[in-house]
């Protein structure tokens, strides 16, 4: 499937203000199953883009800003190719056809960001909930996923939440309500706590009405290392594997490192400011 993505950020002060070099983490990383072309930023004050990897091999763009400005607008474009026609085409490594299992020694050293539990009192509130709700497990791997990712999805209702940050996988769980972003580090940390290497992930998703050309909203998602398949997305907001309408950005061990857009303002006194933005996710063939 092919897309073309606009995504535009735009920050008003009431006074010209001074800003921080800004982490951009909005660019798909090109790989055999992703394709980006023609990918583009305009940005107000000009700023000077160096483009770099980060440890976890996202592509990541650093604006260094010279201008004082009462406005900060950041608009990327790009067109995106992505060939993950089937979710479920891969083969395991024998050892890993049934759940729990066990990663190699190898594999145990390189994902050990991924398969660190949640720190204490949460491990055991998530331990305990899956005890209570995640009772008949399914003995082969592939289902053993599909029944955990349908288990968060029903057991939570989707929100829109504007406020800032993620919430806390305990309060997701006492709420019964999140956003996409809760329900992913929910799901991730669940995973973990069953032994499976799980990372949040940030990108797009093209999910329209069916009577509309476009769609436009960011989305956030987890995905599982699975062995002989490599990472395999999974989406616990709509309780499915992540297809070829998903186009993932960044991902990371820790949600909040990946937001997409990381800066700040410098002012001798606190300013009032407004956010506004507007994502556009079309479909071209």
């Known amino acids: 499937m092919k897309f073309k993505v606009s995504h535009l950020t735009r920050y008003e002060y009431v006074r010209e203000v001074s800003y921080s070099p800004h982490l951009l983490y909005m660019r798909p990383c090109d790989s055999a199953l992703l394709r980006v072309n023609n990918f583009k930023f305009n940005i107000s004050p000009e700023a000077k883009i160096i483009w770099t990897r980060d440890c976890s091999d996202n592509v990541l763009a650093w604006a260094h800003f010279w201008e004082r400005s009462p406005i900060l607008?950041?608009?990327?474009?790009?067109?995106?190719?992505?060939?993950?026609?089937?979710?479920?085409?891969?083969?395991?490594?024998?050892?890993?056809f049934t759940a729990p299992f066990e990663y190699e020694e190898l594999h145990r050293f390189t994902l050990a960001p991924y398969l660190a539990p949640p720190f204490g009192e949460t491990q055991s509130i998530l331990r305990n909930w899956l005890d209570v709700h995640f009772v008949d497990r399914p003995k082969e791997t592939v289902p053993y996923l599909v029944a955990l990712n349908n288990l968060v999805h029903s057991s939570l209702s989707y929100t829109r939440r504007y406020e800032r940050g993620i919430q806390p996988s305990t309060t997701t769980l006492k709420l019964g309500t999140g956003s996409c972003r809760d329900y992913a580090v929910l799901f991730v940390e669940l995973c973990r706590?069953?032994?499976?290497?799980?990372?949040?992930?940030?990108?797009?998703?093209?999910?329209p009405a069916p009577d509309a050309p476009a769609y436009g909203a960011m989305h956030a998602w987890a995905e599982v290392y699975l062995p002989g398949a490599g990472w395999k997305g999974l989406d616990p907001t709509h309780g499915i594997f992540c297809d070829?309408?998903?186009?993932?950005?960044?991902?990371?061990?820790?949600?909040?490192?990946?937001?997409?857009?990381?800066?700040?303002?410098?002012?001798?006194?606190?300013?009032?400011?407004?956010?506004?933005?507007?994502?556009?996710?079309?479909?071209?063939?």
């Open 73 to 96: 607008s950041i608009r990327s474009e790009f067109e995106v190719e992505t060939l993950e026609t089937n979710p479920f085409d891969f083969i395991l490594k024998p050892y890993a």
């Open 244 to 285: 070829a309408s998903f186009i993932p950005v960044a991902h990371a061990a820790v949600a909040e490192s990946v937001n997409p857009i990381q800066g700040s303002y410098y002012s001798p006194d606190a300013v009032h400011s407004e956010l506004s933005h507007s994502i556009l996710v079309e479909q071209i063939s």
């Open 193 to 207: 706590t069953l032994g499976l290497a799980a990372r949040f992930v940030s990108g797009y998703q093209f999910d």
